[in-house]
């Protein structure tokens, strides 16, 4: 179970665009730094296998720089970031306050926790937003992005019941 969590922890960190240092999660998790790298490794196979259908590539690359990992989003087609779909979300005001500068934002209904905006976005972009922000954001429609991440969702739930990463 530690290697499970250890490794979606790494996942998550490269999700919010965080700076992953093999060597200081070597000491957050009391391992190994080639342990570390393995899990790296692991998460790298994994998107490269999770991305073969998919219109958005993901890599781990390393910056030599920051000395750390982060992952960088490309979309593998060019056409897809023409397509631009109306996707609606209910987010908290704190994230709501983060995204507002975005001109593509309309406020469709708030109360006193939540909003529900609308945005034009291209899928990639709509997917990432929830793994991004899934604490603070849900998707409401349309259905088949709801889909979508729901089966990306579901991918990482099994791999880590599996203990397979």
Not at 8 to 22: F, T
């Amino acid at each position: 179970m530690e290697q499970a969590f250890r490794v979606l922890s790494i996942y998550d960190k490269l999700l919010k665009n965080e700076a992953v240092n093999k060597l200081d999660l070597a000491t957050e998790f009391h391992v190994n730094p080639r342990t570390i790298q393995r899990d790296i490794d692991n998460i790298r196979h994994y998107l490269y296998e999770s991305t073969l259908h998919s219109d958005l590539e993901l890599q781990i690359q390393f910056e030599q720089s920051k000395n750390s990992y982060f992952i960088k989003r490309s979309p593998k087609y060019s056409h897809q970031d023409d397509l631009r779909v109306q996707v609606t979300y209910e987010m908290t005001f704190k994230l709501y306050e983060t995204l507002k500068m975005r001109d593509d934002i309309k406020i469709l209904n708030k109360n006193d926790k939540t909003y529900d905006v609308q945005m034009n976005l291209n899928p990639n972009e709509a997917i990432d937003l929830c793994f991004q922000y899934h604490r603070s954001l849900r998707l409401i429609t349309p259905d088949h992005l709801l889909k979508q991440f729901t089966v990306e969702l579901i991918k990482l739930q099994m791999i880590y019941l599996r203990n397979e990463v």
